[in-house]
């Protein structure tokens, strides 16, 4: 089992950017793929991107792509979030996802 911590949330006007952290400890998470899921206020969680374990394959969601971009450092067992040009739909609690474990959620508030 793995310990997933994020952070970076916030609340910032719409066309602002954040970057989110997911920090994993208790292993090595550099052989997992690394998945952003959000959750809006009564919505369902939704997935936002994803990445392999070694960075080289990437994938969002169409509501996202060409704003939000995903990475990792797996020397510091850590994902990122990049979301630029920000939009209230936007807002919800981030979630970092590996394997079966998840983070406690993020929020990012987008004003208009």
């Known amino acids: 089992q793995v310990q997933l911590v994020e952070s970076g949330g916030g609340l910032v006007q719409a066309g602002e950017s954040l970057r989110l952290s997911c920090v994993a400890s208790?292993?090595?998470?550099?052989?997992?793929?690394i998945r952003w899921f959000r959750q809006a206020p009564d919505k369902e969680r939704e997935w936002v991107a994803g990445i392999s374990w070694n960075g080289e394959r990437t994938n969002y969601a169409e509501s996202v792509k060409g704003r939000f971009a995903i990475s990792r450092d797996n020397a510091k067992n850590t994902g990122y979030l990049q979301m630029n040009s920000l939009k209230p739909e936007d807002t919800a609690v981030y979630y970092c996802?590996?394997?079966?474990?998840w983070g406690q959620g993020t929020q990012v508030t987008v004003s208009s």
């Open positions: 996802n590996i394997v079966g474990d």
């Open positions: 208790g292993r090595t998470v550099s052989t997992d793929a």
